[in-house]
C-alpha cells in the first residue's frame, strides 16, 4: 500500500511519491549545541528515525542528512560568557548528541554537515540573493532578504503577505509569526559576536551567516535543489522553515521540497519543554537516578517507547507517570517474547498452527497500515498488543506455541521492531542472560545436592564442608522452614 504523509505545505494528507523511483533525500534540521538536547527535542529526533525506518523498511534507500548549528545567536552568546572559543563551547554538546542518539537507538543519518563547516556555501547563496536583488545591504552592514520580493512568501507559515510590516527589519535568528519581516542572511560583526567572525569576503563585510541560510546551503550541498522530505518540530515552521524556502526557491528557481513534515511539541504540565523556560528533562537527567525528580533510573527504551507511542502531530505531556507506564508496557512485551522463544514442545498442532498465521497476517496487515497511514505510532503499537492477546489464547488454549510458532511471533515482532527500534531482542536476550547467571552450574547444583543429602543423614560436620565449599565459590546457603535457598555473594 502507499505510504501518505502529512504535508505541512498543503495542510493535507498526501500519497508519498519520491522524485527518484526507490529512493529518499531526508534533510532533518539538527541540533543548536549550546546544550544538551532536552527530550523534547528527542521527540523529534524519534519521530524522524522512526519516518527514516518506516521508509527503508517499505524498501527505499534513504539518504538522510542532518545539519549541527554550530554558529548562532545562542551559541554565540554561551562562548562569549564562559571566555571560549566557539568550539570549546559546541565540541562537547556534538559528542553529548551523538552519545544520547546511541541510548536511544536513533540511527546515525548518512552525513552530519556542520554549519561552521559550509560558510563557504552560505556565502554563495547570499551573493546570488545579492545579484538578483532579493537580498540587500542595510545600513548597519549586515545583508537582509527582502520577503516583498519572494511572492510564496508565508505560504508554509500560513500567514498573509499583506499583514506583514513592510521594510521591517528582523536581526536575530528567532521570532514570531507576527513579527515576520525581512530576516539576516548575514549579520555584520559586532562586539556581542567577540572572536567569532568570518572576514575574508570582502563583498560581505566581516561577519557571520544567519541560521536559516546555513539550513539552505547545507541541505541543497547534499541533497540536490530539490529533494523529497524535509523535517523538524512545529516551531520550525516559522520563520526557520519559511525562510529556507524563500533563500532557496529564490536561488534556484526550482522547488525545493515535495513534502514538509513536522512534529508537534512535548510539553510539561501544557508548556512546551523548553531550555528558555526551563522545564526540561535532558536523556542522561533521567537514566541517572540522582539528577531527576522521581529518585529513579529510567531506561533509554521506555523513554523512547513513551515518545513512540503517542503519535508524532499530536501534543504530548511529559510525566513520570508516563515513563512508569512505558517500562511496564515494554517489560510485558519482552516477558511475552520470551515466553514465545521458549516454547519448547515439539508436538505441531495444524489447528492451532493455522490460527497463529491468521493472526500473524492480521498483524502484518495491520502494523502496515497504520504506519502508512501518516506513521500512526500508537495504532500500529496496538496491532501488536492484538496479536499479543491472540497468542496468549492460542497458549491458553494448546499449551504451547511449539519452537517454530514460537520463533513466528519472536521474528515478526522482531520485524516490527525494526522500524519501532525498541531492542526488544536485545531486551530479550539480555534478560535471559541475567537469568542463566543467576542459576547454579550443574558442578555447584551437585555440592548443594550432596549438602541436603549428608543433612538428612545427619552427617553435620560434612553438610558444614559442603557450605564452606559453596561459600567459597560465592555462594551463600539459607535455611528456612520451606527449604534452602541460595544467593550469589
Ligand atoms: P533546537 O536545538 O532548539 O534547534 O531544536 C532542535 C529540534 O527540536 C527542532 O526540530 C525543534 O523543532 C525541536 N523541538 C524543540 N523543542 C521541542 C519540544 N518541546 N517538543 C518537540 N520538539 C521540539
Ligand atoms: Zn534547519
Redesign the pocket.
Known amino acids: 500500500m502507499a505510504i501518505r504523509f502529512y504535508n505541512t505545505m498543503s495542510r493535507s494528507l498526501e500519497e508519498f511519491k519520491p522524485i527518484r523511483e526507490g529512493k529518499v533525500g531526508l534533510y532533518t ?4 549545541v549550546h546544550d544538551f ?2 527530550i ?2 528527542f ?3 524519534v519521530f524522524e528515525d522512526i519516518l527514516r525506518r518506516y521508509l527503508e523498511y517499505k524498501g527505499f534507500k534513504v539518504k538522510h542528512v542532518m545539519n549541527i ?1 554550530d554558529v548562532e545567536d545562542k551559541t554565540i552568546r554561551k562562548a562569549r560568557e564562559g571566555h571560549k572559543a566557539l568550539h570549546e563551547i559546541t565540541d562537547p554538546f556534538i559528542e553529548a548528541f551523538f552519545a544520547d542518539l546511541d541510548k536511544l537507538n536513533i540511527e546515525r543519518a548518512s552525513v552530519y554537515p556542520r554549519a561552521t563547516q559550509h560558510i563557504e556555501d552560505m556565502v554563495k547563496m547570499i551573493r546570488k540573493l545579492l545579484e538578483l536583488g532579493i537580498a540587500y545591504k542595510s545600513e548597519d552592514g549586515s545583508i537582509y532578504y527582502n520577503i516583498a520580493k519572494f511572492p510564496g512568501y508565508g505560504r508554509l507559515a500560513h500567514i498573509k503577505v499583506a499583514d506583514m510590516r513592510s521594510g521591517a527589519r528582523v536581526a536575530q535568528d528567532e521570532y514570531e509569526k507576527d513579527t515576520a519581516s525581512d530576516f539576516a542572511l548575514w549579520k555584520a560583526w559586532d562586539e556581542n559576536d567577540g572572536d567569532v567572525y568570518w572576514d575574508q569576503y570582502e563583498d560581505l563585510g566581516k561577519g557571520r551567516p544567519g541560521w536559516h541560510i546555513e539550513c539552505s546551503a547545507m541541505s541543497t550541498k547534499y541533497l540536490g535543489n530539490h529533494f523529497d522530505l524535509h523535517t ?5 515552521i516559522f520563520p526557520h522553515h519559511q525562510n529556507e524556502i524563500a533563500q532557496t526557491e529564490a536561488c534556484t528557481g526550482e522547488t525545493f521540497v515535495n513534502y514538509w513534515m513536522h ?5 510539561v504540565e501544557g508548556e ?3 531550555k528558555s523556560k526551563g522545564n526540561f528533562y535532558t536523556l542522561r537527567s533521567l537514566l541517572d537516578k540522582n539528577q531527576n525528580s522521581s529518585g529513579k533510573a529510567w531506561s533509554a527504551m521506555a523513554v523512547r517507547y513513551l515518545l513512540v507511542s503517542t503519535h508524532y502531530r499530536t501534543r504530548m505531556d511529559f510525566s513520570f507517570k508516563g515513563l512508569e507506564v512505558a517500562t511496564d508496557t515494554l517489560r510485558g512485551i519482552v516477558e511475552f517474547l520470551r515466553e514465545c522463544a521458549n516454547s519448547k514442545s515439539d508436538k505441531l498442532n495444524l489447528q492451532m498452527a493455522t490460527k497463529l498465521t491468521v493472526s500473524l497476517e492480521r498483524a502484518k496487515s495491520d502494523f502496515e497500515r497504520a504506519m502508512d497511514d501518516d506513521l500512526n505510532t500508537p495504532v500500529a503499537l496496538a496491532a501488536l498488543f492484538t496479536l499479543r492477546r491472540e497468542v496468549k489464547k492460542l497458549i491458553a488454549e494448546y499449551g504451547d506455541l511449539g519452537p517454530v510458532g514460537g520463533k513466528l511471533v519472536v521474528d515478526f515482532f522482531a520485524g516490527c521492531d525494526k522500524v519501532l527500534g525498541l531492542r526488544l531482542l536485545e531486551s530479550m536476550k539480555a534478560k535471559e542472560e541475567a537469568e542463566a547467571e543467576d542459576a547454579l552450574t550443574p558442578e555447584e547444583q551437585a555440592l548443594l545436592d550432596a549438602r541436603q543429602q549428608a543433612r538428612k543423614e545427619k552427617d553435620f560436620a560434612k553438610a558444614d564442608q559442603m557450605r564452606a565449599e559453596l561459600l567459597a565459590r560465592g555462594i551463600a546457603i539459607m535455611d528456612s522452614p520451606k527449604g534452602v535457598t541460595w544467593k550469589r555473594v
Request: proline share 4%.
Open positions: 534540521c539538527g541540533p543548536t538536547a532536552h523534547g527535542n521527540r523529534t529526533y548549528t523538524g518540530g512545529v516551531d520550525n512534529s508537534e511539541h512535548l510539553q512546551k519543554m523548553s
